[in-house]
């Protein structure tokens, strides 16, 4: 299972809404990339579950650890957050009927606030080689230590 972040899609402008402002994923946002990436690579190495930037992983945990705290936060801070400041046409065409016209994309209007990179998901998808290179330094740091003292 892939836990994905706040995606930059176009969902927000197609889909029905009676927000009294505009839509907006909860931030930090990210590039829909980021996501394709991640689901790419859990295809090709199969784990039991990949979560993707470091909002998922605090959600996720947090909500472990303690579901009570999380829940009051987002019933506080939650419905402002899925809102820009800009009021919401409430006539808008949605796609709840009906398909909308056109090709929609991919990306949505958040361009300049997404990230579309995932220092959090490059650890996760590189595990193995970090704990190697950990494992290496820790080597090398005993033989260098291990020499010093032989060498005293």
């Not at 090709?103 to 949505?108: C, F, K, P």
């Amino acid at each position: 299972m892939v836990q994905l972040p706040a995606l930059n899609t176009p969902q927000f402008d197609w889909s029905r809404s009676r927000m009294p402002r505009k839509a907006q994923p909860v931030p930090p946002i990210f590039q829909p990339e980021v996501a394709a990436r991640a689901i790419v690579w859990a295809a090709d190495h199969a784990p039991r579950e990949l979560y993707v930037g470091w909002p998922t992983v605090k959600a996720i945990v947090g909500n472990k650890i303690a579901a009570g705290y999380a829940d009051r936060r987002l019933a506080t801070i939650g419905y402002d957050a899925q809102q820009t400041d800009v009021p919401e046409d409430p006539c808008r065409s949605s796609n709840l009927w009906r398909p909308l016209a056109g090709d929609h994309g991919a990306h949505g209007r958040f361009d300049d606030l997404a990230r579309a990179r995932s220092l959090q998901l490059w650890l996760a998808t590189r595990r193995r080689s970090i704990a190697a290179t950990i494992a290496l330094a820790a080597i090398v740091m005993a033989a260098l230590r291990l020499r010093s003292r032989v060498a005293a």
